[in-house]
């Protein structure tokens, strides 16, 4: 392999905090992400979103599952919870009824988020439930080894699929859109500044509203179906990634070497589990 | 805002089965978060806290399944509510993990499991005990958790409210095991007008010097809730006092010990049993639950043959009264234990008597209770063995 030129590391400047720090637990770094994943992306998308919405960090959570993206909450300065494996949806719902005024945010991974905990996921978003759900997708169980995940495309080689994949992966935007989610945008962690917007969108949407994250697994992903680096995996996103807003969810499959959509594909407004509970209750004399 | 304020709590006398006394004694301990799925025999908690809990100011949620009812009950405690969910032996299966969340993160709640005939599906609609062991074992690695058995519906109310007085007091998961005849009974249940409240532990120090798991002299650490400021993180990962992963082997002993220290060193405070007409008795009878209500009526029988039988009820199951039961070895000369499983709970009896007298099983599977003359038959049996 090339040995490539390393680029000099930033200056660092005494005294002065970078100015998403205040959403940090600094003294947990450095993380435990491996070079070229998309975690650090996704994260400081997050964090940049944070500051748009000017939200006071007292009034955030965010929960997670377990994997890589499950520790996302732990370097957060926030009330943060990092729960058993597919269960941060159910967790973050108990958290938003008992507490409404909290914005509640779900941050967590494929394999979490929609095998072990795929039936928390749908019947949150049938049931409007007022959390964000942010997944980072990078097709297989990173945490574990590489194995094969619920999104894992069809002929990519993992650790439990030696011979390659032959089971049939969700779209993730189709499941959502069609499970009831209000507000459903895929990006990949090429585009930061996208992926921000949609987080902001997400967060500030009403409802169940869900953004999927595509994003490199160098060590595991990458290294079993030869993608390279994780900068290689994104210049793949760049090259195949179609921007299309408001496309037809059901057309957002990924296939490997074939284009793929992103953009925003829903955003429209239905009443909540919240407003329609407060309804019931007010019609019942209760608070 | 209505202005005739009416009290929450159902006070009075009123005629209702235990799953409903279960029902209101949550309510009149403050819980307003309830979510569950459901199963039978369990059903009547769940339908009668989805019309509660609305006019109440609560919360009352169905969840797709029992894990997401127990994830749920949690993440509604970080935010500061009493929570809890009821459940019966399949979905009391499907809990166990989060059990151990509960425990591992220090979450006040209350589970119900009214006890159902099982393995697997069993008999759904009658009576057994047999998850007392897996009330104690059931999650993976190694906990100590409380655990009631109430023997009425009264006691049903006294011990829901008492559970979340105990789940608070430590900060643990408070598992309320009945049976589906004390779930279904229906008796006499008056209710106060007013239970003492059940405060959480709150942090004694600004947020810039708490420590989320440092705990008080007690081994149990003060809790900050979701939106309070403290901006804690809470995990299942073995961790340290600041609530990080910490994956030394010196860390995890540490936690572990304090989570079962915590509890383990203050039985005074959860150690709950009943005696009758133990004072002359040469036999007793270890029971709990609707068992423990049908030895009654066999020791009836024992003291019309000559028998000195009388009643060891064990109100509190896990931590296992061991001292208690200790004592009664010292006074009697057999020890008959009555349950509807196939021997768990007598163990921890042999084991507490160490040897010290002789201990039959009156056990039956489940599906119904026992009969007065098969507990009389026991206390015979072991009467002979010890002459």
Request: aromatic residues 8%; negative net charge; hydrophobic residues 40%.
């Amino acid at each position: 392999m090339p040995v490539k030129e390393l680029r000099a590391p930033p200056e660092f400047v005494s005294g002065v905090r970078h100015p998403l720090e205040r959403w940090l637990r600094t003294e947990r770094f450095p993380h435990i992400w491996c070079s070229g994943c998309g975690l650090g992306t996704s994260l400081s998308a997050l964090l940049f979103s944070f500051d748009q919405l000017g939200w006071d960090p007292d009034s955030v959570a965010v929960v997670s599952g377990i994997g890589c993206t499950g520790r996302v909450a732990g370097y957060l300065k926030l009330d943060t919870y990092h729960t058993t494996h597919g269960r941060a949806i159910p967790f973050a719902t108990g958290l938003k009824l008992a507490k409404p005024d909290l914005h509640v945010v779900v941050f967590s991974g494929d394999g979490d988020l929609f095998a072990i905990g795929g039936n928390h996921f749908i019947h949150a978003a049938r049931r409007n439930m007022d959390i964000a759900v942010i997944c980072v997708n990078n097709f297989n169980y990173g945490m574990t080894g590489g194995q094969l995940g619920p999104t894992t495309p069809v002929g990519a080689r993992t650790t439990t699929s030696p011979f390659g994949n032959f089971e049939h992966p969700f779209n993730l935007v189709h499941l959502a859109a069609s499970a009831g989610a209000t507000y459903v945008a895929r990006w990949t962690t090429l585009d930061g500044r996208r992926l921000e917007k949609a987080f902001v969108e997400a967060l500030s949407h009403k409802g169940f509203t869900f953004v999927e994250v595509l994003s490199p697994c160098p060590t595991n992903y990458g290294r079993r179906n030869r993608l390279g680096e994780g900068l290689d995996e994104l210049r793949y996103y760049q090259e195949h990634m179609v921007i299309r807003h408001g496309a037809d969810p059901k057309d957002a499959d990924i296939m490997p070497g074939n284009p793929f959509l992103v953009g925003k594909f829903v955003d429209i407004e239905k009443p909540t589990y919240l407003e329609l509970y407060a309804e019931k209750a007010r019609e019942l004399g209760g608070e | 805002m209505s202005t005739r304020r009416v009290s929450p709590i159902l006070s009075g006398v009123h005629f209702m089965n235990g799953d409903e006394a279960i029902a209101e004694g949550a309510i009149a301990a403050g819980c307003r978060f309830f979510a569950a799925y459901p199963i039978t025999p369990q059903s009547e908690i769940a339908e009668r806290l989805s019309w509660r809990l609305p006019r109440v100011g609560g919360m009352f949620i169905q969840m797709e399944d029992e894990i997401a009812a127990i994830t749920a009950i949690l993440g509604a405690s970080w935010a500061g509510m009493k929570a809890m969910t009821a459940t019966s032996g399949p979905g009391f299966s499907l809990m166990m993990e989060n059990l151990g969340l509960a425990v591992m993160t220090e979450t006040p709640c209350v589970i119900v499991d009214v006890q159902r005939g099982a393995p697997s599906t069993g008999l759904p609609t009658l009576v057994a005990q047999g998850e007392m062991m897996q009330a104690r074992w059931g999650s993976h690695g190694h906990y100590e958790i409380v655990a009631l058995c109430p023997a009425s519906p009264q006691e049903a109310f006294d011990l829901t409210v008492k559970a979340f007085a105990l789940s608070e007091r430590f900060r643990v998961p408070v598992l309320i095991m009945t049976d589906e005849v004390v779930g279904h009974m229906y008796e006499r249940v008056e209710i106060p007008s007013a239970v003492p409240e059940a405060a959480r532990r709150k942090p004694k120090v600004p947020p810039e010097e708490f420590l989320p798991y440092k705990p008080d002299p007690d081994l149990v650490p003060p809790m900050a809730c979701a939106g309070e400021g403290y901006r804690v993180h809470v995990t299942g990962l073995t961790h340290d006092e600041r609530g990080y992963p910490d994956m030394s082997p010196e860390a995890h002993d540490r936690l572990v010990r304090r989570l079962v220290d915590k509890v383990r060193l203050f039985p005074h405070e959860y150690t709950f049993f009943e005696e009758v007409q133990l004072e002359d008795a040469e036999i007793a009878v270890v029971s709990y639950g609707i068992s423990a209500r049908v030895s009654l009526g066999g020791i009836e029988l024992a003291r019309k043959a000559g028998i000195r039988a009388g009643l060891f009820r064990l109100i509190t199951a896990w931590p296992f009264p061991d001292e208690a039961v200790f004592r009664v070895a010292q006074r009697v000369k057999g020890i008959v234990v009555v349950e509807l499983n196939l021997g768990q709970m007598s163990r921890e009896v042999e084991r507490a008597v160490r040897g010290r007298v002789p201990v039959h099983g009156v056990f039956h599977a489940g599906g119904r209770i026992h009969t007065p003359e098969e507990v009389f038959q026991g206390i015979e049996e072991v009467h002979r063995q010890c002459r």
